[in-house]
């Protein structure tokens, strides 16, 4: 089944690379992997507590694996990619609410992993976590986009499709309700 | 009232500019400091972008953890393609005999199997008694009856199992 990629994964485009996924290469499979991890992962380690990172990772590109044969190029893969981990990342906190789990890992297991500096960062970063699930949807995302995924705002305009005015507005805006939801 | 808001809104862009450009130096200089002489708002704002980096230092991917989702994704990637070539019964059965589903599936295949054995067994008793005593004749039928409750029961109790 498995055959070997036409093109050289490293400079092959996302489009190439589904095209050859779906006349089965796992090869090109990998490389889209290998391209967008970074970007997956840092997405999921802003809103899920760090000893799940790599599971809801995990989880994203199976279901990457599974529908990426029916994926119809009308949209980018990035952005394709980013919905499916949204969507990955709110059935983790589905799952964990029904098992009637805290949201987020308590603050005494992030003392209790490193004395030091390391602990007052990550009790900083189970507050952000838990500041960040709160706030709208493109609130969250437009600070997910710039921190978590390291896009420019140029970058940014041209993802969501709006002027780079916009953008740095919703930014701001983004930021001052973050920072509301961090002195509640 | 207009000239208020046009107002607040030249005044705000070059906050969201200011912020914006801040928010890029930090992000790739990974500065240390608030922008001297920058309002209250931006200062805190600036502040936060600060805070944000600190707690979000920018990281490499774990090398270990990229090599096992791989590992794990081709083998689901392999299986995939096992089961493409499985026939509609194997399929039905399941692929993998650990997990509960294809567990499920298995016991109500044979609880099925049970049963058409067992009423295939039983069934040329109804005709072979039928000039024997009425009492046996009932009672054989008692039989048959009692294995499909037993049987029913026992699909009902799976499928309901299955739903949860």
Known sequence: ?184 | MNEMKTEQSSNSIPIDDQLAEFTDRARSEQTGSTEPGANAELMQLEELVLRLNKAFPRSEVDKISLKRIQSNLRAKWQSAGQAAKLPAWRKWLGTGWGTRASRQRLALALVIGMVVILALTISPLLYTNQTDTTASAISTAQVVSAVAILAGIILAIMWLNNRR
């Open chain 1, 1 to 184: 089944m498995e055959t070997l990629s036409k093109s050289e994964p490293g400079t092959a485009n996302d489009d190439t690379l589904i095209r050859e996924f779906k006349a089965g290469s796992f090869e090109a499979f990998n490389a889209l992997y290998r391209r967008h991890l970074a970007g997956v992962l840092n997405r999921v380690r802003f809103v899920v507590p760090s000893e799940d990172v790599e599971d809801v990772t995990q989880e994203v590109f199976m279901a990457a694996l599974k529908s990426l044969q029916s994926f119809r190029g009308e949209s980018q893969f990035s952005t394709w990619l980013r919905t499916l981990t949204n969507r990955k990342v709110a059935e983790y906190y589905r799952k964990r609410n029904r098992k009637q789990e805290a949201p987020v890992t308590s603050l005494s297991e992030a003392s209790s992993q490193k004395d030091g500096v390391q602990s007052v960062h990550l009790e900083d970063r189970l507050a952000i976590q838990n500041a960040m699930l709160k706030l709208p949807e493109s609130y969250r995302e437009i600070i997910l986009l710039r921190f978590a995924e390291d896009l420019q705002f140029v970058e940014i305009a041209r993802a969501t499709g709006n002027n780079l005015e916009a953008v740095k507005s919703t930014f701001r805006r983004a930021m001052t309700a973050l920072r509301a939801r961090l002195d509640e």
